[in-house]
């Protein structure tokens, strides 16, 4: 790695035999050479040369001395290494340069073998710094990068609330808790048609960028095929063919998918190996829906996805959750688990679907807000009204 480096000096005979010392390393173009007769000209030079690296100055020098100008290229550039080369023998000479930055202290007559490796010595450290700020640089670089993936999937996700709110026969919401900037996570619902209202919460395997690009690419897929008017079982059996089928990294996605007839609250479902979900009665009481027993979208194509059916009733509420709720831990290491979840709904049956969705994050926070979160977190609540007498007329 090549080196500019500064000789700030008034004696031009010391100057040309530090030159001639250096001049091999000049040769090899190892080290290219820029000379000052004085603390101001150094600075100019400073100014105009970005590229200066070290700085070898004398202390007694007309204008402005080597102690003011160590002082003044710290607060320029502290990244430059220097070196002072002075007459004085003094240890407070040696400890204010010291103090103003100076990497090391020579003291003249100056033995030219010593101060050619106490340039060496510098010229490690400026390799240190470089590193360091390159590091610094790709990682602010990494992190710029993670927020507009983090910004581009937010926009992905359903952020209007109310939804659907020409709608009365439900209420829904949602959200989605990153466990870092992107995560796997996601939740979505749509208005297949006028009377079917389609609503899917999942779970990408892993975390990260890797998770968040699956994530998309199966939020989409299920989307795309849920408007033509599949099941959600042919819904993620076509899903899970086409990501089964080009799937280089072995990544996979639990997902729940219901569609809601919105004039009787029947909903047919498909669960692929996602946690079940908790239906919340009208007596306060909370059960979950009947498994369908279907494996993971993603991990082998040809499988066969089964359909499931439950039914809401005015009042009633479904929450469809990842494990990032269930598996959040507090500072022992203890699951928040499902009985915890259950007792977190009670109370709730008054609630919209907005509050019970913070009723639950508020209590997996409490459980634990003294540990990191280590899952992603995904959730929607559709909570059924029933129809009324002055039924509003929907347009397709």
Partial sequence: MKYQLLLVDDSEEFSNLVH?????????DELSLLFARDGVEALEMIASHPGIALVVTDISMPHMDGLTLLEQINTYNPHIRSIVISGYDDMNFVRRAMNAGASDYLVKPVNLDDLLHSIMRAAARVDIVREALKARDTLKAYESELRIAHEIQQEMLPRKFPAFPEYQEFDLDGG????????????????????HLGFVVGDVSGKGISAALLMAQVRILIRSYCLQGYTPAETLSLVNNIIADENKQAMFATVFLGIMH?????????????????????????????????????????????????????GESIIVLTDGVTEAQDKDGVQYGLDRLVLSTRGTVGMSAHDIMMNVVEHVHRFSSQSMQI??????VVKYLGTTKNQT???A
Avoid: K
Avoid at 298 to 306: A, N, Q, R
């Fill in 20 to 28: 001639f010392a250096l001049q091999p390393l000049v040769d090899r």
């Fill in 262 to 314: 919105i004039a009787t609250g029947e909903i047919v479902y498909c669960n692929a190996a996602h946690l079940n979900p908790l239906l919340l009665h009208t007596d306060g009481s909370a059960s979950e829906c009947e498994p369908t027993r279907n494996m993971a979208v993603g991990m082998l194509s040809g499988m066969p996805y089964h359909l499931g059916q439950t039914r809401l009733l005015p």
């Fill in 176 to 195: 989605m808790l990153p466990a870092r900037h992107v995560g796997g996570d996601f939740y979505d619902f749509m208005m297949i048609d006028d009377s």
């Fill in 393 to 395: 007329v929907h347009s």
């Fill in 375 to 380: 899952d992603d977190i995904g959730i929607v």
